[in-house]
């Protein structure tokens, strides 16, 4: 077919799956572009080269996606032994992996003294006792509560991060335990629309270093401005403008030039280098609403995918078999081009009626076997997955170079 007035995205969507159907697959699946990948990690040193972005593992943990970031020099946020020993195997130092979860189990923590992770993050006093005891080498950063949430998707706050009348205290207990504090960390919240969220946090932050000083503690060294960010440009932008006018502004060119600044993106790296395609497997015509059922679905890769993103990120892809050549697949204006579109819910696979992907979503009209595509579907999706009622996500990943 003709790729006249489609976008590029959707000419290099249909190309692709064009491909795909030559081999009579009807699975869900994933692409990851992995060009668009190394795209991200330019931006990011191009507005933050003054960050090391250390990837949040939990995030998207993909091989494929992992080793792409591993070759262009990323370093890795872990929460868990489990997901230590996935980077470990990589072929990443330790010294390029911090163990960013406030609260760890003991065994966890006698890990990764075994293996040389040696920065962790802590909030709490019980949480020194434990370090103390299983890693005393260890270098700390306090984890404190970001004060403006604001903006953001999900909110961390109420989990993790110390209050500021808490500082103080845990400074001091790590003191009296011997272990060494090297700095302060924080998080503003995923998927941040609030850059001057960081501006703010960063202020605590300094004020953290500051009682750290009237402590007589060693100075620290380690600034962690946490995750938040966003791939959208304009908010990147934003973000990384913030972050900068912040540590110039509270953070003399002296302190500056000892600062090591990093940073725990998740969201940044992984969320659009992926595209998960489904299949409609079952259709139902109620009056002027059609309703599907698809082969991905809240179980799967959409548990943690808001609405408004799947509806903005879906394309349809409809299969003509009337074809002497095979079926060819026309991608579908979903309320453009003048087609007719219906009011339209989009179910998963399971019995489970709440897992709807999309309501009153106008799509044009679409048989089983036909596909829905969505994009920007990395962060959170795969990683979250469940096999409920002997489902799970998309398996198979293809790999675009």
């Not at 262009?72 to 470990?88: K, N, T, Y």
């Amino acid at each position: 077919m003709s790729n006249k007035g489609l976008s590029n995205d959707e000419s290099y969507l249909e190309k692709f799956i064009w491909t795909i159907k030559k081999q009579q697959t009807e699975e869900a699946f994933y692409v990851l572009d992995l060009v668009h990948v190394i795209n991200l990690l330019d931006t990011w040193k191009r507005n933050l080269p003054i960050v090391q972005p250390f990837f949040a593992v939990k995030c998207n943990p993909h091989p494929d996606f992992l080793a792409t970031l591993v070759a262009h020099g990323s370093s890795f946020d872990c929460a868990s032994r489990s997901e230590i020993e996935s980077i470990l195997a990589l072929g990443v130092s330790p010294d390029r992996i911090i163990y960013a979860n406030p609260c760890k189990a003991s065994s966890h923590i006698k890990y990764a003294a075994e293996v040389g992770v040696n920065l962790t993050t802590f909030d709490s006093v019980d949480e020194i006792y434990k370090i103390q005891k299983l890693h005393p080498d260890c270098s700390l950063l306090l984890r404190i509560k970001a004060p403006d949430e604001s903006g953001c998707m999900w909110p961390t706050g109420s989990k993790f991060g110390a209050l500021p009348e808490e500082v103080s205290p845990l400074l001091q207990a790590v003191q009296t335990a011997g272990l060494k504090v090297a700095g302060v960390s924080f998080h503003i919240g995923s998927k941040s629309h609030n850059s001057q969220a960081y501006k703010t946090a960063i202020e605590a932050a300094k004020a953290v270093f500051q009682e750290a000083d009237r402590l007589c503690m060693p100075p620290m060294h380690v600034l962690n401005i946490g995750g938040g960010f966003v791939s959208n440009a304009l908010c990147f932008e934003a973000a990384a403008a913030a972050v900068k006018n912040a540590v110039d502004e509270y953070f003399s060119e002296d302190e500056r030039r000892s600062l090591t600044v990093m940073a725990e993106p998740g969201r940044f790296f992984a969320e659009t280098p992926f595209t998960v395609v489904t299949n409609i497997i079952g259709k139902r015509v109620r009056g002027e609403v059609r309703q599907y059922w698809i082969n991905e679905g809240f179980y799967g890769s959409m548990m943690r995918v808001d609405s408004t993103t799947l509806a903005e990120s879906c394309i349809s892809l409809k299969c003509m078999s009337n074809n002497s050549n095979g079926p060819v697949l026309m991608v579908c204006g979903n309320g453009t081009g003048g087609s007719r579109t219906y009011s339209s819910t989009v179910f998963g696979p399971t019995c489970d009626p709440i897992d709807k992907v999309l309501e009153g979503h106008q799509l044009p009209e679409l048989e089983v076997n036909d596909w829905l595509v969505f994009r920007n579907m990395g962060a959170y999706t795969s990683s979250c997955s469940s096999n409920f009622n002997g489902f799970g996500s998309a398996k198979t990943t293809y790999l675009i170079n």
